[in-house]
């Protein structure tokens, strides 16, 4: 398996940028993904391919990776954006999925 | 509307068995990977166990290798996870997602809602 370690928290100020980084020694031969899940609700994907927002995702999110870290940036924070995000690749073999962590977004 | 539901959870015995299934509807079911990721109380997401198209391929984090069975059926929109020797380690929400055409790339794009296992005496 492949490990990827994500912060436990971030905070950030209304309309600030949010930045949530996950590391993996997998991330730069492998694909990876974001998820958020809002309290009491599923996960729902935000970005794949490292950097392609899925459908219906607004464009003040993003994500970029840089050798071993994957980072996902949120623009103009709102109340709305605090939740859980969660990083998700596969290990070397590409038969083992692996998810990081988990960050809470806090937006105070 | 796109979307999968789950069921069968409920509260077991350690050492039991248990059968958890889920419902597509709204897309081509056949054409996707499918998987099961699951959430322990408090804690984070786990991916369990993913399935190809024609079941050639199943593959299983290593904590549920043996125990837990993977599978699905095409023709009903299904998808099942057939779980044995079950632990308290086990309890968790756990969630249908579905993947993509191929295994790596696209991520799990639609969710269920989830089902619940309990695993108590």
């Known amino acids: 398996s492949s490990e990827l370690t994500q912060p436990p928290s971030v905070s950030v100020s209304p309309g600030q940028t949010a930045r949530i980084t996950c590391s993996g020694d997998s991330l730069p031969r492998r694909y990876a993904y974001w998820y958020q899940q809002r309290p009491g609700q599923a996960p729902a994907l935000l970005i794949y391919?490292?950097?392609e927002r899925s459908s219906g995702i607004p464009e003040r999110i993003s994500g970029s990776k840089s050798g071993t870290t994957l980072t996902l940036t949120i623009n103009g924070a709102q109340a709305e954006d605090e939740a859980d995000y969660y990083c998700?690749?596969?290990?070397?073999?590409?038969?083992?999925?692996?998810f990081g962590g988990g960050t809470r977004l806090t937006v105070l | 509307e796109v979307q999968v539901v789950e069921s069968g959870g409920q509260l077991v015995r350690p050492g039991g068995s248990l059968r958890l299934s889920c419902v597509g509807s709204?897309?081509?079911?056949?054409?996707?990977?499918m998987n099961w990721v699951r959430q322990a109380p408090g804690k984070g997401l786990e991916w369990v166990a993913s399935i190809k198209q024609d079941e050639s391929e199943k593959l299983y984090v290593d904590s549920v290798k043996g125990r837990f069975t993977i599978s699905r059926d095409n023709a009903k929109n299904s998808l099942y996870l057939q779980m044995h020797g079950l632990r308290d380690s086990d309890m968790a929400v756990y969630y249908c997602?579905?993947?993509?055409?191929?295994?790596?790339?696209?991520?799990?794009?639609?969710w269920g809602p989830g089902t619940t296992v309990t695993v108590s005496s």
């Open positions: 709204g897309f081509t079911f056949g054409d996707h990977w």
């Open positions: 998700q690749s596969s290990d070397y073999s590409g038969n083992y999925m692996v």
């Open positions: 997602a579905r993947g993509g055409p191929y295994l790596l790339g696209y991520g799990m794009d639609v």
């Open positions: 391919k490292d950097t």
